[in-house]
């Protein structure tokens, strides 16, 4: 097998490791913490300043405003 194809293979398992791995009960404990640890890191890489958006913030705002009104 040339490494070319073996590169995505790698990367799929190490994805599906990071995603799954400590759901997965026949793996050893430590194993699991592993799995758990990596994708800690992997949140943790995304920058704390970017949060998804919260789109019906200004609707709710203004549905407050018009129940305040007489």
């Known amino acids: 097998m040339p490494k070319?194809?073996?590169?995505?293979?790698?990367l799929l398992f190490v994805a599906l490791f990071t995603l799954y791995?400590?759901?997965?009960?026949?793996?050893?404990k430590p194993v699991r913490d592993t799995s758990l640890a990596s994708r800690k890191f992997f949140v943790s890489?995304?920058?704390?300043w970017v949060k998804p958006k919260e789109v019906n913030k200004e609707r709710d705002k203004?549905?407050?405003?018009?129940?305040?009104?007489?």
Do not use: Y
């Open 4 to 10: 070319k194809n073996i590169i995505p293979i790698v």
């Open 21 to 28: 791995g400590d759901s997965l009960t026949f793996l050893p």
């Open 45 to 48: 890489l995304w920058p704390s």
């Open 62 to 70: 203004e549905i407050e405003d018009l129940q305040k009104k007489p």
